[in-house]
Each structure stands twice: as structure tokens, then as C-alpha cells.
């Protein structure tokens, strides 16, 4: 299996990310078609932030992968109804749970001492749910017997917060934006220690609300100090996560940078612009990808997500604009 998740400085991951490029240039198809028509296929690179990257619409039109293999998986987007959703094509599943447990680990610790109570119905409606594979892996590696998925029995959690509130357990309340309102628009329960996630996306359930308010509403609701927020989508195998306020940080295998909107080949790793994503865990697929939300990175590459551009699908993952 891959050692992407051993990586702990910037210059063991600039030399990966190089490495990768110079791989995934060859190895994927439509990357190197890409890069051929925009004259980079022979680009000298120094710095990852150098390395040029594939506009994300392609996982909608094509086959994004490195090399000929047969998937175990095929992870595909939510979208709403009539959209083309993305693919993308896994090689193999154990990379993915590689990334999204060492990344949990990074920033949680071990899943074996949560709690994990999953709040998807959106989600759990559908195949090909990324997200739900690793919700599904989290609360199997929990200890807790507590843990489980909740799908429109919102009593039931209900219930089971007040049950678990007093227990010093560590518990960790994971739930797609609209699902997680609607529970807080019929109940309140006082839990100051519950770790509560959303991971974005209203597909068209409700009036599309700030994060500001969103936060408002869910910390009120749970008697919580800050929101935590998980940034993945389907088109990567690695996560970002926020403890509060919407400021996302990498897991060491991963980096962002924004783009000029009307340049998209005007990149830097701090500033306002187009997010730029490198995700080493996408070994087989393409690992340089140019989303289409707006954020703002800081110094220390922890970033915002500002919202999305005017002309983009409204991603059924999407975060909510600020």
C-alpha cells in the first residue's frame, strides 16, 4: 500500500507531489491531453504550487484515471436531479480508508474512542456515496455500541444524546447541513462536549443560509461553543476539517492554493481565488485538481471556502456562501 500518509514535511511533500506529476502526466489519459493542449506537458517544476491542475468538470465527462485497472469502487457525486454527476473510478478501497482514517486520526485521534453518530439520509438513499463508506468505517471501528447510522429517525438520536450526555464518552454527531437543521428546528439538547460536523450541502431541501448562520442554528440547538465542518468531495480521497468558524486545515498529504479566476494559471499558496487542491491519496486517479469553489487561504495554508463560482453547478456537497 501507498506511504502518502507518512509524510510529515513540506519538502517530503514536494518531492511527492513532483514525483506524482511526473507519473500521473504519462499514466493519465485526459491529464495528458489536458496538459498537451495547454502547452505544459514539458513545464519544469520546482514547487508543487507550480504543477498545473486539472479542471474537476472532467470527472463528469471522463474517465479520470492513471493507468488501465478494474475499480473496486466507483464513487459518484450527489448532484440534484438531471445533473451529470462525477465518477471516480477507485482502484483499490484500502487507499482510500488509509487516507480518511489517518486523516480522522490527525485530527481526532483514533475512532475507536468515538462515539460516531451519522446523521446522511440524503446519502444513505443513494449507491456510491463516498462519504457514507467512511461514515460506515468510522462507526464499525468505534467501540461504541451507540454508534450507528440515523436516517429519518430523529427521535431515535434525540433520545440517544440525552441518554450518552453525562457518560464522558466521546461523541462525535457527523451530518449533512440540511438533515442536521431540520433535527435542530424540533429538538435542543444540552451536550457542551458533543463534537458536532457537518459536511455541507442543502440540495435544494432548504433556503440556502451563511455559514454564519447555519453555526448559529446548530450551536444553539446542541448548547456548543464552535461547529466543526469536514471538507471532502468526490472527486478526492482525502478530507479537510475545521474544529470552528470554517477555517479548514490539510491533512500532511494534502495542499491548497488559489487561482486567479481570470487567470487560471496565476497560482499562489496564500490569497483569495479559486481552490486549487493537491490530494496525494489520488495516486490512481488524478491528484491535482482545480475545483470550482472560491476560498481564501491564509499564511499557514488553512483556508476558508468562500462559496462557489456563479457559473457552477451548485455541487450537492457544496459549503454555504458566506
Known amino acids: 500500500m501507498s506511504n502518502f500518509s507518512q509524510i510529515q514535511t513540506e519538502a517530503e511533500f514536494n518531492s511527492r507531489a513532483i514525483d506524482l506529476f511526473h507519473k500521473q502526466k504519462d499514466a493519465c489519459e485526459i491529464y495528458n491531453k489536458y496538459l498537451r493542449l495547454i502547452g505544459r506537458y514539458d513545464k519544469e517544476i520546482q ?23 478494474e475499480e473496486q469502487a466507483v464513487f459518484t457525486s450527489s448532484g440534484t436531479t438531471g445533473q451529470i454527476t462525477s465518477k471516480h473510478f477507485v482502484k483499490d478501497l484500502g487507499v482510500y480508508e488509509e487516507s480518511f482514517l489517518k486523516g480522522f486520526e ?19 438513499e443513494r449507491s456510491g456515496s463516498s462519504l457514507v463508506y467512511m461514515a460506515d468505517h468510522l462507526i464499525r471501528r468505534s467501540n461504541s455500541e451507540s454508534s450507528g447510522f440515523f436516517l429519518h429517525n430523529q427521535n431515535d438520536l434525540f433520545q440517544l444524546l440525552n441518554r450518552i450526555k453525562n457518560s464522558n464518552e466521546k461523541v462525535l454527531v457527523i451530518g449533512v447541513t440540511f438533515a442536521l437543521l431540520d433535527f435542530a428546528e424540533q429538538n435542543e439538547v444540552e451536550f457542551p462536549e458533543l463534537v458536532v460536523m457537518e459536511t455541507g450541502g442543502m440540495k435544494g431541501r432548504r433556503e440556502e443560509m451563511t455559514r454564519d448562520e447555519v453555526h448559529s442554528e446548530l450551536k444553539k440547538c446542541f448548547h456548543v461553543n464552535a461547529i466543526h465542518s469536514e471538507y471532502g468531495m468526490t472527486e478526492l480521497l482525502s478530507q479537510a476539517y475545521s474544529k470552528g468558524n470554517g477555517i479548514f486545515e490539510c491533512p500532511p498529504w494534502m495542499r491548497v492554493a488559489a487561482r486567479e479566476v481570470t487567470d487560471p494559471f496565476n497560482v499562489s499558496i496564500a490569497g483569495s481565488g479559486a481552490l486549487n487542491i493537491i490530494d496525494l491519496a489520488n495516486e490512481d486517479s488524478c491528484a491535482f485538481i482545480a475545483t470550482q469553489d472560491l476560498c481564501k487561504i491564509q499564511p499557514d495554508g488553512r483556508f476558508e ?11 450537492g456537497c457544496n459549503l454555504m456562501v458566506i
Do not use: C, N
Request: proline letters at 8%; aromatic letters at 20%; glycine letters at 6%.
Open 305 to 315: 471556502v468562500l462559496g462557489r463560482y456563479d457559473h457552477a453547478e451548485v455541487r
Open 47 to 69: 514547487h508543487w504550487s507550480e504543477i498545473p491542475f486539472l479542471p474537476i468538470e472532467f470527472f463528469k465527462s471522463h474517465r479520470v484515471t492513471s493507468g488501465q485497472f
Open 106 to 124: 490527525f485530527f481526532y485521534g483514533k475512532p475507536e474512542e468515538w462515539t460516531v453518530l451519522a446523521l446522511l439520509p440524503s446519502y444513505l
